[in-house]
């Protein structure tokens, strides 16, 4: 009976650490093989990127900035000079950049028109929509902020809800369409670039920007009140523009890097000192391009 005690003794010990590891979740390993009870987690699938990269084909509405206005001629669009659809090598625009020179006549849509505000933007990406586009490109908002007084700027609620209604628009006929958003231009550092430029000065008082440009170097704190009024309500345009744009998961923002451009005299027109000229359109191109071929951020 003695030499059998020891027996007994083992197996309640076994028994017992069966028991303890049947109810533990970690800590205990079966002797012999090294296998851990706790299960090995799943790893997490990639999601595939929303944003493509490298569309196939580019739609761009907007404005007069879009149309390449005053950039090769006085008072004339000039389109292939656009950063966005144009056909210069020089500018080098981001169609060209995406689609290399064999395709960007036949697989980009420049829609934009010079003069254009806001509210036209809804119908402009109607027409954008119909062309099927893998990216369309959005720079609107100029001419909302200058007209011929402050006080007729486009309120920031009118401003964002045509927006909306722009971005709805090109989902009823190309819900997979890519969207780059420029930011609006800060016209009160073109103002600071252009008032000590006698033809610039003259050229302004033919009316143009009026809410920003009159009176070019009149430093009053009236005319510093005016100015600035017209910036905030640009920053506020901004705004709008991103947070609507975050709605959209294939909608990318500029994150302000054209309002945050200090374009110099070399990169405005030399006709008005308000548009971009073809070295300005080139540095628009670049940073689109820059915006478009990014990376997608980690969830």
Not at 59 to 79: E, K, M, N
Not at 220 to 227: I, Q, T, V
Not at 263 to 283: E, N, T, V, Y
Request: aromatic share 6%; hydrophobic share 40%; with cysteine.
């Amino acid at each position: 009976m003695r030499g059998r005690r020891p027996f007994r003794t083992t197996v309640a010990a076994a028994g017992a650490v069966a028991l303890l590891c049947a109810g533990t979740l970690t800590g205990c390993e079966t002797e012999g093989t090294g296998t851990s009870a706790t299960p090995k987690p799943t790893p997490t699938p990639r999601p595939t990127p929303v944003w493509d990269r490298t569309p196939a084909s580019v739609a761009a509405v907007g404005d007069s900035i879009t149309r390449a206005y005053d950039a090769c001629a006085v008072l004339a669009d000039c389109p292939e000079a656009s950063w966005a659809t144009g056909t210069d090598i020089g500018v080098n625009s981001l169609a060209l950049r995406l689609l290399g020179p064999e395709r960007v006549a036949e697989r980009s849509w420049n829609l934009a028109r010079s003069g254009a505000r806001m509210a036209e933007l809804p119908a402009q990406m109607a027409r954008a929509g119909a062309r099927k586009p893998e990216l369309v490109t959005v720079m609107m908002g100029a001419n909302d902020a200058c007209r011929k007084r402050a006080e007729l700027m486009t309120p920031v609620a009118e401003f964002r809800a045509d927006f909306e209604a722009a971005l709805t628009s090109l989902r009823t006929s190309a819900p997979k369409a890519q969207v780059y958003v420029s930011s609006v231009p800060d016209l009160k550092r073109l103002w600071a670039r252009g008032k000590d430029s006698a033809l610039g000065r003259q050229v302004w008082k033919l009316g143009i920007c009026a809410s920003m440009l009159a009176d070019a170097q009149d430093l009053s704190p009236s005319a510093e009140k005016r100015r600035t009024a017209v910036r905030d309500r640009i920053v506020a345009y901004n705004q709008a523009l991103k947070e609507v744009c975050a709605k959209d998961r294939r909608c990318r923002y500029d994150g302000g890097a054209v309002f945050g451009f200090p374009f110099d005299g070399g990169q405005l027109s030399p006709w008005d000192w308000f548009h971009p000229s073809k070295d300005g359109q080139a540095r628009l191109a670049e940073l689109a391009h820059r915006q478009v071929t990014a990376p997608e951020p980690p969830a």
